[in-house]
């Protein structure tokens, strides 16, 4: 879309507070589902927004209009909430390098095939003591935008992990999709990991799954 | 996809945007089962359109307490002081967060935590400098953090919605 197209920066931001004319809303409201450039956009102007609400940085007349929209809403009370929250962020730490031997790796990554249909293979894996997070590397993933993940637990059949927005990365082995969870929320049995793509269009449609035995050293 | 349908329906002050949204995805995701694929108009303006029946149908049913934003600008649809500002709550959502910000690759992570550090009045400059260290423009700097940012939001809901199931 070209970019006289855009509207402005204020005309958006009264769109956000709900304070734009009615008249002007519709093609807005369309182009925040239907336009990727823009709903980019929205979205961080609508961050902006949010960021300079908790620290104290917007306009005095404005604060009012925003406390009437976003505080109304539980959906913008949590996005002021978590806008608060990546505030207090503790810093990265430095990266100091730590001798190999004197602790385990934060990271125990593993590579995943798919499941043949038919055959009875489970993977198995040992986690290191110490381990932190477990990281499975899905292999064959297909050529999707985006994809979702579920992992299941196969002794109780309960959701332990599901993420809906998930990128391939490109590295020798292909496209893979890395799925990245703390080493706690794991137990000692067999998992299913269900991956499905997203396409454009936004479908879902399942692409493999991937058993996986996990066993603690 | 989910979330630009959460804040069209948020936009609109609906009072479950969350359920109005996958009423949404639902309705696509039938047509595309029936249909195999949409044709008569891009997905985006599809996606627009199905939302859009899925709002008037919201305001005439029983869901709706309030009238939308568009026909009365100054109603809210919820009280301001509904019980999620609760200190149990915000510790949840402070763990979610702890959470996922664990299942971000390094990389993001660090660009996340440093992008909102910036000292009050110098986030600009701040923000400059952390682009020229990556090799970026301040644009795409600021692309990518409102895309972890958006990723943040949406584990950080589901996680919070999880742990209060």
Not at chain 2, 69 to 84: F, I, K, M, Q, R
Request: hydrophobic letters at 35%; proline letters at 5%.
């Amino acid at each position: 879309m070209a970019r006289d197209d855009q509207p402005e920066d204020e005309m958006l931001i009264e769109y956000l507070l709900g304070v734009l004319p009615s008249d002007a809303v519709e093609q807005l409201d369309e182009r925040s589902i239907a336009d990727d450039e823009f709903a980019v956009r929205l979205s961080e102007l609508e961050n902006d927004l949010i960021d300079r609400y908790v620290t104290g940085r917007l306009e005095k007349d404005a604060v009012a209009r925003f406390e009437t929209r976003y505080l109304s809403s539980a959906v913008g009370r949590r996005k002021i909430q978590i806008a608060e929250a990546l505030r207090s962020l503790p810093p990265a730490e430095p990266r100091v390098p730590q001798p190999r031997e004197a602790r385990a790796p934060l990271i125990f990554s593993f590579g995943l095939l798919p499941a043949m249909r038919g055959a009875g293979h489970i993977a198995t894996m040992v986690v290191p003591r110490g381990v932190e997070h477990v990281r499975w590397t899905l292999t064959d993933v297909d050529d999707c935008p985006r994809y979702t993940v579920v992992v299941t637990d196969l002794s109780t059949d309960r959701v332990i992990w599901q993420h809906d927005d998930l990128r391939a990365e490109a590295g020798a082995e292909g496209r893979t999709v890395q799925v990245t969870l703390l080493a706690t929320s794991l137990e000692p049995c067999t998992y299913a990991i269900e991956l499905s793509g997203i396409s454009a269009s936004g479908s879902v449609g399942p692409i493999n799954s991937y058993p996986v035995r996990v066993v603690f050293e | 996809m989910r979330r630009r349908l959460v804040g069209y329906f948020d936009r609109k002050r609906c009072i479950a945007p969350d359920d109005l949204a996958d009423e949404t995805l639902t309705r696509i995701a039938r047509t595309l089962d029936e249909r195999g694929v949409i044709t008569d108009m891009p997905p985006g303006r599809y996606c627009y359109t199905v939302a859009r029946f899925v709002f008037l149908e919201y305001l005439r049913s029983d869901q709706r307490r309030q009238v939308s934003v568009d026909a009365d600008p100054g109603v809210g649809h919820e009280g301001a002081t509904s019980g999620d500002e609760t200190p149990g709550r915000r510790d949840r959502l402070l763990d979610a967060l702890e959470r996922c910000m664990a299942e971000l690759t390094g990389a993001d992570r660090e660009l996340i935590v440093e992008y909102y550090r910036g000292a009050r009045g110098s986030t600009i400059e701040h923000r400059k400098r952390l682009a020229a260290e990556r090799g970026m423009t301040p644009n795409a700097l600021m692309i990518r953090a409102c895309r972890i940012r958006g990723r943040l939001e949406a584990c950080i809901n589901h996680r919070v919605a999880e742990d209060g199931a």
